[in-house]
């Protein structure tokens, strides 16, 4: 709009805008109601109000032994982190401040193979890990989760090293800063933001995967992904429950989601939205 | 101190060769200025000198010792970059503390140090905060205190003024140059802009394209120009050049005129021509004359000097003001 | 940074990221290229043979085959529509002047960020099962009958699914997008008597296109491999009614054990990515180099 809009039009526009954004947000909303519902009451019909009890909360740890999923997820996305930033923070460094004629054509085929279908190599991938004893377990989970999310690490990192300055390393090498000084005192505090950017994503990217943290675990390191999908066969006297272990399951990313808009862009357009 | 000589400084960037080969002396505490249009390979030189360059071939000296190999922190030079590079994570007294600070100085050393160059440059307000919050004015004296605090042999600008409006620019021009009286130290200045150029130097080093056209003091480039490039260079509004019939009585290929040194007359003169544009700046109206059997020719003339778009005018060189040049562009004199 | 001495340092730091991808690249799907000519079933491990392209004649005869990608298809392109069409008109809305501007961003944004089971089972129990979910009571108020979604339209619930999940990610990258189209334009553009629709048609569509065609290209990538929503809702069924490629592999590799078939069907889901981007590319292409 070239001039501020009309109180009018704005009323209106709010309106059809929260319409339209509530809608969306329904299922996940109702789904926190349900939470706090006692079975009955969650079959009983649509109901906004629920009783209130936490009693879903319990049981479901209590009975379904909640706790080890949800500890399983955190393990897993925060270890295949970790491990993608130590081997992927080396090489944005080297292509952000030593790129060559190659470097754009790297990164480019590191993208390209994020791509690849990940039926494609169900296979071997199955029966390799059954072979190494590393099926259900986290190190097996955790080194693949960190494969298959490395190249959007890398691509991350790499945008973020490059938007801070040359001249400004240019500088501190006249200060007379030796290169440990010149990464201790200006490149990480400068770079911290977009580790840290980096980190948010790839945790979510990870909590939410649900091919290969179903495929490849069974009990020991099946993570929530896996614990939520078993019960999908139809038992709907336990929805109250389902709903707590639901809420519970996605509340952790719900959050660091809504602070992680940008990254989001930035990391899944590969640069190509600014 | 601050003495620097380049011999037959060379610079290729793969198949391209930027800076053919360069000889210059900077003598000790001379304000040194390089010029010329972009690309010529000014900012290159000066990062050749500050070491943030190899050089593919050629010495660099400074005050005798060949620091050709050295890494720029042990050249003991200190550099203002055009963006100001600042960091942007620390305080203002943490900026300019920072070199002392990689110098593993004692700590009451460098605040007093710091507190010094914050009076200097009426930064003292500022210490505490960041140069997020500082404005580009500002931020060039930081970057100019984080200079000053290592005492170097020799300040390096790289076109500290492009990033400011032109009001700040003229007043920052002044208080550099009221700098380089206190300290008495060596600066070389790379800019663009002839006019900073003229006004602050020492020396000036014109450049086009990698090659030195010429070194001198202002007023000799202006009055002795050693070729086309520097006459048509230096000089605001730029000198008229004319060939070919023009030129013939004056025994040359190329002669040229400074706008200001045309005699105008309503009535007589040596060139009759039609005033076309006239830009009156108040003290002095730039006229923009189509003289016939030349084209178009700037003169100045006074405020007062009162003419309107197609009338007829006549242009007088004063004698001794036309330059002459020959075939190649080298001036004949 | 550009000495000699760190150009060595620089192919060091990249070398593990670069190895460790090649190794993921190569190894597996070599192996599924092996075993896709193998006649393996790990029901009898012994019996291991040369098969030639039996596994691949086998899923070209094979009526679920056909059937699944044509599901795939019609998922990839269901959603697709969905997303770019809602995303577009969504970002429209959220760019103008609203009250509680980041509330209403966090809430549309939300369901990108829900796990795929977890969005599978709260659609499948809550709103679309015919019993108690909430469609069904809607229907009921209305005099009409429940809708058994899954086993009726158990693709297009599907859809309706990843699509709720993927339309936050494309309003996001369209609101992006337009937030950075120059005022300026728009101002221009009204001084020269374009309308609202005509500054939409001439101004901001050939804006968002390069946006666009990312968000096409990119959620293609994803959707090719839904997977888990499938898994938890109809397992594929009513018979093949909702089984797409990836599912279809799936069932042969681990529920009937079939090794030799499911790598045979890797290699055919390969070829049909490369296909899909090929098409896109030319397709679209054109915009990204802008």
């Known amino acids: 709009m070239a001039r501020a809009a009309s109180t009018k039009q ?26 706090v519902k006692t079975e009955p009451e969650a079959i009983a019909g649509f109901n906004l109000i629920p009783s209130g009890t936490f009693e879903n909360y319990v049981t479901v740890q209590t009975q379904r032994d909640y706790f080890k999923p949800f500890m399983n997820s955190v393990i897993l996305s925060v270890g295949s982190t970790i491990l993608a930033l130590i081997i992927a923070i080396p090489a944005a460094w080297s292509m952000a401040f030593s790129p060559t004629r190659r470097t754009k054509d790297i990164l480019m085929w590191m993208l390209s193979t994020k791509m690849m279908p990940a039926v494609a190599v169900l296979v071997p991938i199955y029966l390799l890990f059954r072979d190494f004893g590393l099926l259900d377990t986290r190190l097996g989970l955790t080194a693949m989760l960190t494969l298959i999310n490395l190249p959007i690490v890398v691509w991350m990192l790499y945008t973020y090293f490059r938007e801070i300055p040359g001249e400004i390393l240019e500088a501190a090498r006249m200060d007379g800063a030796s290169l440990w000084n010149e990464i201790v005192y200006v490149l990480t505090p400068m770079a911290i933001p977009g580790i840290a950017s980096t980190l948010l994503l790839n945790v979510i990217l990870a909590w939410n995967e649900a091919f290969w943290t179903i495929q490849l675990t069974t009990t020991n390191a099946a993570p929530l992904t896996a614990f939520i999908a078993s019960f999908s066969s139809p038992q709907g006297l336990f929805w109250a429950k389902l709903s707590a272990a639901s809420t519970l399951a996605i509340a952790p990313i719900l959050i660091l989601g809504w602070f992680s808009q940008k990254q989001l862009v930035r990391g899944l357009t590969f640069g190509a939205v600014k | 101190m601050g003495n620097i000589t380049l011999k037959k400084v060379n610079k290729t960037f793969g198949a391209t060769t930027v800076i053919p080969g360069i000889d210059l002396t900077i003598e000790d505490g001379e304000f040194v200025v390089f010029v010329g249009p972009s690309g010529c390979g000014k900012s290159t030189l000066l990062r050749l000198i500050a070491g943030l360059e190899d050089t593919s071939s050629g010495t660099i000296e400074i005050d005798g010792r060949d620091v050709t190999a050295e890494a720029p922190a042990r050249r003991g030079l200190a550099m203002v970059f055009q963006s100001y590079a600042l960091y942007p994570h620390m305080t203002v007294r943490n900026n300019i503390a920072f070199p002392l600070k990689m110098a593993k100085l004692d700590k009451g050393v460098i605040d007093k140090k710091v507190e010094d160059a914050a009076r200097i440059l009426n930064l003292t307000s500022y210490l505490d905060r960041r140069p997020g919050q500082l404005s580009g004015g500002q931020r060039q004296r930081v970057a100019i205190g984080r200079a000053i605090v290592r005492e170097p042999s020799a300040f390096l600008f790289d076109e500290p003024l492009s990033n400011l409006d032109a009001a700040l620019r003229g007043t920052m021009r002044l208080e550099i140059s009221e700098l380089h009286h206190q300290l008495k130290t060596t600066m ?89 544009v006239a830009e009156h700046l108040g003290a002095d109206t730039f006229l923009h004359v189509n003289v016939e059997g030349i084209g178009q020719v700037t003169a100045r003339a006074g405020g007062d000097f009162i003419v309107n778009h197609g009338d007829e005018i006549y242009l007088t060189p004063e004698e001794g003001r036309i330059h002459r040049f020959d075939e190649k562009g080298l001036a004949i004199r | 940074m550009a000495t000699q001495n760190t150009k060595t340092l620089a192919r060091a730091m990249l070398a593990p990221s670069v190895l460790l991808l090649l190794i993921w690249m190569i190894v597996p799907l070599a192996m599924t290229l092996w075993f896709s000519f193998q006649n393996y079933n790990l029901l009898n491990p012994a019996n291991v043979s040369f098969a030639g392209f039996f596994n691949y004649q086998y899923f070209y005869t094979d009526p679920a085959f056909f059937a699944s990608i044509w599901n795939t298809l019609l998922l990839v392109g269901g959603v697709l529509l969905i997303t770019v069409v809602g995303g577009v008109a969504i970002a429209l809305l959220l760019d103008q002047p609203i009250f509680g501007q980041g509330i209403v961003r966090i809430l549309v944004i939300s369901p990108f960020f829900v796990m795929p089971p977890v969005a599978a089972l709260v659609w499948k129990n809550m709103i679309m099962h015919p019993g108690y ?61 374009a309308n609202f629709v005509n500054r939409f048609i001439y101004l901001t569509l050939p804006h968002l296109a390069r946006a666009i065609t990312v968000v096409i290209l990119i959620q293609t990538i994803f959707l090719l491999g839904v997977y888990a929503e499938i898994l938890v809702t109809t397992n594929g069924g009513p018979g093949n009614a909702s089984t797409n490629l990836t599912f279809l592999i799936y069932r042969t590799a681990r529920l009937s054990y079939d090794v030799g078939g499911g790598a045979a069907g890797g290699i055919i889901a390969v070829v049909l990515a490369n296909i899909v981007a090929i098409f896109l590319m030319r397709a679209v292409g054109k915009n990204l180099d802008r």
């Open chain 1, 10 to 35: 704005k009323v209106g526009f709010t309106i059809v805008a929260w319409i339209v954004a509530l809608l969306l947000f329904f299922p996940i909303l109702y789904t926190i109601i349900t939470s």
């Open chain 2, 188 to 276: 070389i200045y790379v800019t663009h802009d002839q006019v900073e150029a003229m006004t602050m130097a020492d020396k000036i080093v014109v450049l086009n394209a990698g090659n030195i056209e010429q070194v001198g003091s202002p007023l000799d480039l202006y009055n002795k120009p050693d070729n086309l490039f520097v006459a048509g260079f230096i000089g605001s509004p730029r000198m008229n050049f004319a060939s070919g019939e023009v030129a013939k009585p004056y025994n040359c290929h190329t002669i040229g005129i400074r706008p200001e040194h045309l005699a105008l007359s309503k009535t007589s003169g040596t060139w009759r021509g039609v005033v076309g």
């Open chain 3, 133 to 193: 979910g909430v469609l069904a009571d809607i229907n009921r108020f209305f005099g009409f009958q429940p809708v058994d979604w899954f086993g009726q339209y158990p693709l297009f619930s599907i859809i309706i699914i990843v699509a709720w999940q993927w339309l936050p990610f494309s309003t996001l990258i369209l609101l992006t997008a337009l937030q950075s189209l120059d005022g300026e334009q728009k101002e221009a553009a009204e001084m020269d008597g």
